[in-house]
């Protein structure tokens, strides 16, 4: 079971805002999740590892360098900018 | 009562790779603020993170170089966190599934500091505070680190930097890091607790976060324990807490409650496959490693016959290293190449880049040819010597410097009449000499080193002129 107060801890690690009329439902449908996800505890034993179920290793990229993209586009679809860095709301208090 | 210290270290070494962990911009330190970024180092939607093979071969590099055991498996996890310098509100490290396990370095008490672990993983953006806002450059964000974790083994804060140096010396000997502290490529956080001598219980630790110079980490660490032995002293509890250490007030502050490992959030990186290390790869990794700088020192003093302290002199920076051991290629005495090196030459190389670079007047073949002319008794020490020193002023060779005339020493013949002279010349050093003043017979020495023009034998000219003096009498 989820408690409501694991739902409100996630909420401001995700830095989230949830209101006192969410979090009932919120506990409920990640209960829900949680349990379906339960399910595979009750399979029967599988060898099979499910870290790596598609058996894919190694992707490996050659230590190449290729241009950047200009700065411009970089800083497109940022909501503010200001001497070609991103611009942010202060976040040291 | 008396207290005990006990730290851990993590280290940030940043991988000295052209590229990215993830993406192909260019990894070069400076640059105009998000000019080396891409859709991926920015955690655009939709982009696919593909891994450095380089990041995984340097890695293994350190973590052999630290006599850790390499994962055959290993994989990427992500660590979540809200902050502006992660583009895309997590990491990209690795948890639970490390590339290197069970190492050590040893210091020169005997004692091993175990590594628990080495993990590879992304750099951080840039954020410049201002009033009301903050700027954020990613050119550093996805600039691959590797992460050395100690386990809780140093017990004093000279352990503490010896352990900081050697790591540096190492990385920067393989070759996988510059290991400059002071442009950040090299960052340690340090976990402090004390407890009472002789009990084996861990205290409440505090963790001390990115110091960049290893007079801070010091500084920083004899702050620390005296804070906390103050707290317990009078009384009170140390609190678990994240520090930042102000190197102008020389004293710790809070940053923040630290976070559980779990409020982390970590998982398994769905967009990177597994990394598989086929013990091959390790083993070529292992062919390729370069001598490191404590088996070069074991080899300097058991093989080469150096003093210990020449040899930790010589190791201390690779190219000096390489430099004294092409200089005494062919030559019969390390010791001499020794002491030119660290005698003379080291007086043009003052600042610690200097000497990590090495860039001398004086090429090492250049300093093995005249050590081969004195070894062929060509030339005598005082000649090698004056000349050594023109070498490093003009930048000539000993060769263009040294006359034909100037080779093959003194006669006997004439350096007795240059003796002679000496004595005649210097009534009151002989007189001197005679009243029983033995340093009087420098003076004398000197007379025929100035006048052979260096190419004197000084011990033989010494063995004569007392010779002269006690005949004479």
Redesign the interface.
């Known amino acids: 079971m989820v408690t409501k107060e694991e739902i409100m801890k996630i909420a401001i690690?995700?830095?989230l805002s949830v209101g006192d009329d969410e979090i009932d439902k919120l506990t409920q449908d990640m209960s829900e999740i949680i349990s379906f996800a339960d399910t595979i505890n009750n399979a029967a034993d599988i060898e099979s590892d499910f870290?790596?179920i598609?058996n894919?290793?190694?992707?490996?990229?050659?230590?190449?360098?290729?241009p950047?993209?200009d700065?411009e586009q970089?800083?497109k679809?940022a909501k503010?900018s200001?001497?070609?860095?991103?611009?942010?709301?202060?976040?040291?208090k | 009562m008396k207290y005990e210290l006990v730290a851990g270290f993590e280290t940030h070494v940043e991988l000295a790779?052209?590229?990215k962990i993830f993406c192909?911009?260019?990894t070069e330190f400076g640059g105009?603020?998000?000019?080396?970024?891409?859709?991926i180092c920015?955690g655009?939607p939709g982009t696919l993170p593909?891994?450095?093979?380089?990041?995984?071969e340097y890695a293994i590099r350190a973590g052999l170089a630290t006599n850790c055991e390499i994962a055959e498996i290993s994989?990427m996890d992500r660590k979540?966190?809200?902050?502006?310098d992660l583009p895309k509100a997590y990491q990209i490290s690795q948890y639970d599934k490390p590339l290197c396990e069970h190492g050590y370095v040893q210091l020169s008490n005997g004692r091993k500091i175990r590594i628990l672990r080495i993990h590879i993983e992304e750099d951080a953006g840039k954020?410049?505070?201002?009033?009301?806002?903050?700027?954020?450059?990613?050119n550093r964000g996805g600039v691959p680190l590797i992460e050395i974790v100690t386990e809780p083994d140093f017990r004093s804060v000279d352990e503490a930097r010896e352990y900081v140096e050697k790591l540096q010396l190492i990385m920067r000997y393989i070759g996988v890091s510059d290991c400059k502290m002071q442009e950040g490529s090299m960052r340690c956080d340090v976990n402090i607790s004390v407890r009472p001598e002789g009990s084996d219980k861990l205290g409440t630790r505090t963790e001390i976060k990115n110091m960049n110079s290893i007079t801070f980490i010091a500084k920083a660490m004899e702050y620390e324990y005296n804070r906390q032995v103050d707290l317990i002293e009078s009384g009170e509890k140390v609190i678990q807490e994240t520090l930042r250490y102000d190197d102008v007030s020389n004293t710790t502050s809070s940053m923040r409650g630290k976070e559980d490992a779990n409020?982390y959030?970590y998982f398994?990186d769905p967009d990177?496959?597994?990394?598989?290390v086929p013990r091959e790869m390790v083993e070529d990794i292992r062919q390729q490693l370069p001598e490191l700088p404590e088996e070069k020192k074991t080899r300097y003093v058991e093989e080469l016959g150096l003093p210990e302290a020449d040899a930790i002199l010589l190791t201390k920076y690779r190219k000096i290293a390489e430099y004294f051991e092409k200089a005494i290629e062919g030559t019969k005495t390390p010791k001499t190449a020794a002491n030119f090196i660290i005698g003379q030459i080291f007086r043009s190389v003052e600042t610690e880049s200097e000497k990590e670079e090495f860039n001398v007047n004086v090429t090492a073949e250049s300093l093995n040819e005249l050590i081969i002319l004195l070894d062929s008794g060509k030339i005598r020490m005082n000649l090698a010597k004056s000349t050594l020193d023109k070498m490093l002023e003009t930048g000539k060779k000993a060769l263009e410097l040294i006359d034909e005339s100037d080779m093959g020493g003194l006669d006997e013949n004439a350096l007795m009449d240059l003796c002679r002279q000496a004595v005649e010349s210097n009534p009151k050093a002989v007189k001197d000499f005679l009243a029983g003043k033995q340093k009087a017979v420098k003076a004398m020495v000197g007379f025929v080193m100035k006048n052979s023009r260096g190419k004197a034998d000084a011990a033989l000219a010494e063995e004569i002129i007392i010779g002269i003096i006690n005949d004479s009498q």
């Open positions: 690690l995700s830095k870290d790596n598609n894919l290793s190694n992707a490996f990229r050659e230590d190449e360098v290729l950047s993209l700065r970089i800083l679809n503010d200001d001497e070609g860095c991103f611009m942010v709301k202060n976040i040291m | 790779t052209n590229t192909s911009c260019t105009e603020p998000n000019t080396h970024c891409c859709p920015i655009l593909k891994l450095n093979k380089r990041v995984v994989k979540n966190y809200c902050y502006p954020l410049v505070h201002r009033r009301g806002d903050t700027l954020v450059d990613y409020d959030r398994r990177l496959v597994t990394i598989n």
